[in-house]
């Protein structure tokens, strides 16, 4: 599956503009092309999550690809990979 979103990994530095006491948090690809700005509420837990989206997404795909090529699971885990499968819809743009 192709993706249209900017490769990873992406990383984070944390930077801080001459003259502000602000620092500011900035999502960038491995070509260091920024990707998203963090800003302070929250900011070292949204900035990992946000740079560890593309692996999470990987991993994501391909334990729903194990689980549906065994087809044998309970409800429980039924009910997981309906899960992922509406987390990889929303990640890729895909229509549920």
Same mark, same amino acid.
């Given at each position: 599956?192709?993706?249209?979103?900017?490769?990873?990994?992406?990383?984070?530095?944390?930077?801080?503009?001459?003259?502000?006491?602000?620092?500011?948090?900035?999502?960038?690809?491995?070509?260091?092309?920024?990707? +998203?700005?963090?800003?302070?509420?929250?900011?070292? =837990?949204? &900035?990992?999550?946000? !740079?560890? /989206?593309?692996?999470? %997404?990987?991993?994501?795909?391909?334990?729903?690809?194990?689980?549906? +090529?065994?087809?044998?699971?309970?409800?429980?885990? =039924?009910? &997981?990979?309906?899960? !992922?499968? /509406?987390?990889?819809? %929303?990640?890729?743009?895909?229509?549920?």
């Amino acid at each position: 599956m192709k993706t249209s979103f900017t490769p990873g990994p992406w990383g984070i530095e944390n930077r801080t503009k001459q003259g502000e006491f602000c620092i500011t948090t900035h999502i960038v690809a491995k070509d260091k092309s920024h990707l +998203a700005i963090i800003t302070p509420c929250n900011i070292e =837990a949204n &900035a990992r999550l946000i !740079a560890s /989206s593309p692996d999470l %997404l990987s991993a994501l795909q391909e334990m729903y690809s194990m689980f549906c +090529a065994h087809e044998q699971y309970d409800d429980d885990s =039924a009910a &997981a990979v309906k899960l !992922a499968r /509406s987390a990889i819809n %929303l990640a890729t743009g895909q229509k549920p």
